[in-house]
């Protein structure tokens, strides 16, 4: 969420932004909506003036015995008007905060520039495609072979974009999420949580989730959203918050169901695990200073990328540009899988640096030492990994011609000894 001052200030900067967003510029109308609020900001200061004048008017007429009358009159014309103006107030700023949340966080310096996932430049490859004898088969294909992922009796249970994994299918997911969660703990020094997986409206806007992408999310009945991903609760960890400047950087993983409602994906990976209403991620969370979050999203892309290296799954990593950033980003990375049933790397994981841009809209700050003033802290998210993605590409590349998967090396303790699901 953008500042209206730094807007004021700034307004050639913000509409820049807007275009890279391919967006028209607001700044204008922003700026206005800014001018009514503050100018109904100054009336209510000179109102409440004026209600001072009156009631001192009223307790000089009283203490000398004098008919206090028209100035009780006055006072309570005054009363009325600046219930009047207050309310007009409120809604001033309410419609200033509404505009506000509406746009999204402007691009850094060095995201390229572009309308699409086609506008994305590659910054590096790591690892060799397996060299798989015959037509590779799609997870789909391979896992309903093996009798151990079933989407007929998910659809049945809930229907469309959902599965049951069970067997070595069911025990791999597990196997992957505890490797995730403890390479992130115990190698890359992060915090593990189990948050909540149901958050308030507030920490959904936090985010920036709400208002712009409702139709994106599950709600329940009593007003509470299932969360699309732990960066939710992890983020709104320090949501209202004060921190110390020696604290930072704080890092937090998680593994969690998500749930998203894929209200823009109709007709896209209807078959398989890749766009599915409920999912498994673990999530890594960064609170950093500003000065450092430029290497903390470096340096959570590289933790990210550990993962597929330790599974030796070929990978590559993308700049996603303007067009195809998220909402809350400034700057994201994407590394995407090798799928040999595909034919195509697909996004495992997405890395983004949002600024303060969602610290401004939960108030996390910190001090800096020595400081009496805040600042606002610089928040960044990412996978680490998709867990069901991650099962997918373990399936394509592990595949063998009898339609059989071997089991990485290092999920094998994991896996009770298996080396291979057949």
């Not at 953008?2 to 890279?20: Q, T, V, Y």
């Not at 069911?170 to 949580?193: I, K, Q, S, W």
């Not at 790397?345 to 997405?350: D, G, K």
Request: aromatic share 6%.
């Amino acid at each position: 969420m953008f500042d209206i001052k730094w807007i004021r200030k700034n307004p050639e900067a913000f509409d820049s932004g807007l275009k890279l967003r391919g967006m028209m510029a607001a700044s204008g109308e922003l700026i206005a909506l800014d001018t009514s609020r503050r100018a109904a900001q100054t009336a209510l200061q000179e109102l409440q003036r004026r209600r001072n004048e009156a009631s001192k008017a009223i307790a000089a007429a009283k203490s000398r015995g004098a008919d206090a009358a028209a100035q009780m009159a006055e006072a309570q014309g005054l009363k009325e008007a600046f219930q009047k103006l207050e309310q007009d107030e409120r809604g001033h700023a309410e419609a200033l905060k509404t505009a506000l949340a509406a746009y999204p966080n402007t691009p850094a310096e060095g995201v390229p520039e572009g309308v699409d996932e086609d506008d994305n430049i590659e910054i590096g490859r790591w690892g060799e495609k397996p060299d798989i004898s015959g037509a590779a088969k799609q997870h789909f294909e391979l896992g309903e072979a093996l009798g151990l992922m079933d989407f007929e009796r998910a659809a049945k249970i809930s229907g469309a974009r959902f599965v049951v994994l069970s067997g070595a299918l069911a025990r791999l997911e597990r196997a992957l999420a505890g490797f995730m969660l403890d390479l992130h703990t115990g190698e890359h020094g992060y915090t593990e949580v189990a948050p909540p997986l149901l958050v308030r409206e507030e920490a959904a806007f936090g985010t920036g989730n709400l208002p712009k992408f409702a139709e994106d999310l599950f709600k329940t009945v009593d007003d509470y959203w299932l969360i699309p991903t732990a960066e939710m609760p992890l983020t709104n960890l320090v949501a209202g918050e004060i921190l110390a400047e020696a604290d930072l950087p704080l890092r937090f993983t998680a593994y969690t169901p998500c749930f998203r409602a894929e209200a823009g994906a109709a007709g896209k990976d209807t078959r398989g695990m890749i766009r599915q209403h409920q999912f498994g991620k673990v999530e890594l969370v960064s609170i950093a200073h500003p000065s450092q979050s430029d290497e903390e999203h470096e340096r959570m892309t590289s933790c990210a990328e550990e993962v597929l290296r330790r599974l030796d799954l070929a990978y590559r990593t993308v700049l996603l540009s303007t067009g195809d950033m998220g909402f809350s980003a400034r700057k994201t990375f994407d590394i995407e899988v090798w799928l040999p049933g595909q034919d195509c790397y697909r996004e495992i994981s997405s890395c983004s640096n949002c600024g303060d841009f969602q610290a401004r809209r939960m108030s996390g700050r910190f001090r800096p030492g020595g400081a009496k003033g805040t600042e606002f802290v610089h928040t960044l998210n990412g996978s680490g990994l998709a867990v069901g993605r991650t099962l997918v590409a373990i399936l394509e590349n592990y595949q063998n011609p009898d339609g059989s998967i071997t089991v990485p090396d290092i999920l094998r303790d994991r896996m009770g000894g298996l080396e291979r699901i057949q």
